[in-house]
């Protein structure tokens, strides 16, 4: 019997133990200081987060974070000085490159449209190039928004919307603090989910896709978590035939993508 192996999304290859170094960030990408981070806040710019010192107390910073329900983490100075080396005081905002879109507005106005609608939810996928390479891939196959969580997914920074070669203009994001309710929130719309996974020996292709959907894409490092997993109405694998035991996760996406294209007769038109 021919020994066929089925892919789950985690990178590529077998791991390795190393110390990354640091990404750059550019400073086009965060405001720092006191005042400067509470007028980004009183802005109606979308923030990806924003670091404070571990010891500091910065309460109407905070106060309005919460308010925007903006992820605020707490740092080491050493994070902070990394980021930049001027008078931070205490506090850095990253800003994002693009305007968030509400889920429930995507969906409705697919449905207005007449379109059957696909979303694209990545869960956890971290590797800012994988994302823009990932989006630039949704927007030429005509997918109708992605899904990120608040926490644990890539900065939409500039190197995101240059990896995408300006498919972040055009494609809307959604930011979503719980996946598992935003992907009920799709079941309750007519949406299936098929979650793209090597727990699986179903592979992609022998599952119907031609109605509503949402596909799943997991971590770079440990693929779907095991809630989402629990939540995909199916699950499918994409065969590998050689001797690596994955693909990355932008070029698997693509494969989900465009069996979605053949199975709804959208190449031909």
Same mark, same amino acid.
Do not use: W
């Given at each position: 019997?021919?020994? @066929?192996?089925?892919?789950?999304?985690?990178?590529?290859? #077998?791991?390795?133990?190393?110390?990354?170094?640091?990404?750059?960030?550019? #400073?086009?990408?965060?405001? %720092?200081?006191?005042?400067?981070?509470? /007028?980004?806040?009183?802005?109606?710019?979308?923030? /990806?987060?924003? +670091?404070?010192?571990?010891?500091?107390?910065?309460?109407?910073?905070? =106060?309005?974070? @919460?308010?925007?329900?903006?992820? $605020?983490?707490?740092? &080491?100075?050493?994070?902070?000085?990394?980021? =930049?080396?001027?008078?931070?005081?205490?506090?850095?905002? %990253?800003?994002?490159?693009?305007?968030?879109? +509400?889920?429930?507005?995507?969906?409705?106005?697919?449905? /207005?449209?007449?379109?059957? #609608?696909?979303?694209? $939810?990545?869960?956890?996928? =971290?590797?800012?190039?994988? %994302?823009?390479? $990932?989006?630039?891939?949704? /927007?030429?196959?005509?997918?109708?928004?992605?899904?990120?969580?608040?926490?644990?997914?890539?900065?939409?920074?500039?190197?995101? !919307?240059? =990896?995408?070669?300006?498919?972040?203009? %055009?494609? #809307?994001?959604?930011?979503?603090?719980?996946?598992?309710?935003?992907?009920?929130?799709?079941?309750?719309?007519?949406?299936?989910?098929?979650?793209?996974?090597?727990?699986?020996?179903?592979?992609?292709?022998?599952?119907?896709?031609?109605? &509503?959907?949402?596909?799943?894409?997991?971590?770079?490092?440990?693929?779907?978590?095991?809630?989402? +997993?629990?939540?995909?109405? !199916?699950?499918?694998?994409?065969?590998?035939?050689?001797?690596?035991?994955?693909?990355?996760?932008?070029?698997?996406?693509?494969?989900?993508?465009?069996?979605?294209?053949?199975?709804?007769?959208?190449?031909?038109?």
């Amino acid at each position: 019997m021919e020994n @066929r192996k089925h892919h789950g999304v985690k990178g590529g290859g #077998p791991k390795r133990k190393f110390h990354k170094p640091a990404p750059k960030v550019n #400073p086009e990408d965060f405001v %720092f200081g006191i005042q400067s981070v509470l /007028e980004l806040l009183r802005s109606e710019k979308d923030i /990806e987060k924003i +670091l404070v010192h571990k010891d500091s107390n910065h309460e109407d910073i905070e =106060t309005l974070a @919460r308010q925007r329900r903006v992820f $605020i983490q707490r740092v &080491p100075s050493e994070r902070l000085n990394r980021i =930049t080396g001027k008078n931070h005081q205490g506090v850095i905002a %990253f800003v994002s490159s693009v305007n968030y879109a +509400l889920l429930s507005n995507v969906v409705a106005e697919a449905y /207005e449209k007449g379109k059957t #609608p696909l979303i694209l $939810i990545l869960d956890r996928i =971290t590797d800012v190039r994988n %994302f823009g390479a $990932i989006s630039r891939t949704a /927007e030429a196959c005509g997918v109708d928004a992605l899904v990120i969580p608040t926490r644990g997914a890539a900065q939409i920074n500039s190197d995101a !919307m240059k =990896t995408s070669s300006g498919a972040l203009s %055009f494609i #809307p994001v959604c930011k979503e603090n719980d996946l598992t309710l935003a992907i009920e929130g799709l079941q309750n719309s007519g949406f299936r989910i098929i979650g793209c996974t090597e727990k699986t020996s179903d592979v992609y292709s022998t599952h119907e896709l031609s109605g &509503p959907l949402g596909i799943v894409m997991g971590s770079e490092e440990d693929g779907i978590s095991d809630s989402i +997993l629990r939540k995909c109405d !199916m699950l499918g694998s994409i065969p590998m035939l050689g001797k690596v035991g994955s693909l990355n996760v932008s070029v698997a996406a693509g494969v989900m993508l465009y069996e979605v294209i053949r199975q709804r007769g959208e190449a031909e038109s």
